[in-house]
C-alpha cells in the first residue's frame, strides 16, 4: 500500500498540486462544506475524503473532473468572487448540470496541433488578454507560458 506522501507525490504528477489544494480553495470560493462540494462534482462524499486526505490518488471519472475544473474556472467570475449567494448558487448548478464530452478521441486521436489550438482558443475565450499574460509570468512552466501568451495573442486579436 502507497504511503500518503506517495500519493500525493502522484496527485502533484497527475494533477500539478495535491487534490485538497483545490478543494480547499473551491471549499471557500464557493462557502460550501466538503459534502456539497462532492455532490457539486458528482462525487460521493467519503471518496472526496479519502482522495483530499491522500488516501486516493486520483479522480477516475473524468467527468468529475471536468466539472471540478468547472468550477475552478467559474471561481474567478465577479459573482462568485463577490460572494453574492446568489453568484454563488447560480455557479455551483451550472457546473453540477454540465455534462462534459469527453473523448479518447479529443485526447489523443486529434492530432497535437489541433488539440493545441483548440486549447488556445478556449483559454482566449475565457479569460481577459490581461489575465492571460500574468498567467504566463506566474507559471514556471515554459510550455504551459507559451500556451497561455498564444491564448493572449488570440484574445487580443479577437478583441480588434
Known sequence: MASTEDVIARQ???????LAGKFA??????????SRLAAVIGLSAPMLSQ?????RVKISN??????????????????????????LSAALEQAAASSPVLT???ASGAPESTRHAAVVDHLAGIASVTELRAAASATGSPALAGVLRAAAARALDAAR
Open 104 to 106: 479518447t478521441e479529443q
Open 25 to 34: 480553495r473551491l471549499l471557500a470560493a464557493y462557502h460550501i462544506s466538503q
Open 51 to 55: 482522495v483530499a486526505s491522500g488516501q
Open 12 to 18: 502533484i504528477a497527475l494533477y500539478g498540486e495535491p
Open 62 to 87: 473524468p467527468a468529475v473532473y471536468a466539472r471540478l475544473l468547472r468550477l475552478e474556472e467559474l471561481a474567478s467570475s465577479p459573482a462568485v468572487r463577490s460572494g453574492d449567494p446568489a453568484g
